[in-house]
């Protein structure tokens, strides 16, 4: 593990089975950030909401803030040690993008999006969806109190801050198989997101070799 500020994540198959996938996932990240075995973990929540593994030892208690997405088949998984993280996923599918974001999105946005080649419309209005989700889950509040109307920038590389709250960032690490994958977290310098596992391993599967680090410049909104 690096010694940077680093999310981690982490996207299996969710096969709907006992144990839990995600649950899975989350003792497995719990256990790699705090280097204790999976059995001392306590899985509980922080004053807003938010889900994160504690381990408890003479010394006092330490956390590692994490955050779960499904979509179809998948569970993704991403965990942090210095503050809150969000994350979110979703399959490429067919979808009325625009007709959705006319419905749910700023006005902004709807013309960005409108501007948008036509081809790709559906993938940049996943970002933007995903992007939206990702931010509320590091907030707390997911999609309530008007999440779909919060402003994101557009998509894409180099990251870029959420209008109005400059400690709060989001990016979408490429994750190909068809996904659209957005991690968000609050922070006030750079922060990597390291993709642990991929899709195509089942969550029985060790850590991958394929790595991919993607600096957050740290200064974004989202869920």
């Known amino acids: 593990m690096s010694g940077r500020d680093t999310a981690y994540v982490w996207v299996g198959r969710d096969t709907g089975g006992q144990p839990d996938p995600a649950a899975v996932l989350v003792r497995r990240a719990g256990a790699l950030l705090l280097g204790r075995p999976e059995t001392e ?6 004053r807003e909401g938010r889900p994160v593994v504690r381990v408890d030892d003479v010394t006092g ?16 998984v991403a965990a942090r040690r ?10 490429i599918r067919p979808l009325p993008a625009l007709a959705l974001a006319r419905r749910w999105f700023p006005p902004a946005e709807l013309a960005w999006l409108g501007d948008r080649p036509e081809a790709g419309r559906t993938v940049d209005f996943l970002r933007l969806w995903t992007a939206k989700e990702a931010v509320g889950k590091a907030l707390g509040r997911g999609l309530r109190d008007g999440g779909l109307h919060r402003s994101m920038p557009p998509p894409g590389l180099p990251l870029r801050p959420v209008p109005g709250d400059e400690l709060l960032r989001v990016g979408h690490p490429r994750l190909g198989g068809g996904l659209v994958l957005a991690v968000a977290v609050r922070a006030s310098a750079p922060v990597d997101v390291e993709v642990v596992q991929r899709p195509g391993h089942g969550v029985t599967a060790e850590r991958s070799a394929s790595v991919e680090r993607t600096s ?3 200064v974004v909104r989202g869920n």
């Open 216 to 218: 957050l410049p740290v």
């Open 61 to 76: 208690s330490v956390e590692v803030a994490v955050s779960v997405s499904r979509t179809a088949g998948l569970v993704a």
């Open 82 to 91: 210095a503050g809150a993280v969000g994350v979110d996923v979703e399959r």
């Open 41 to 46: 973990l306590v899985l509980t929540h922080d």
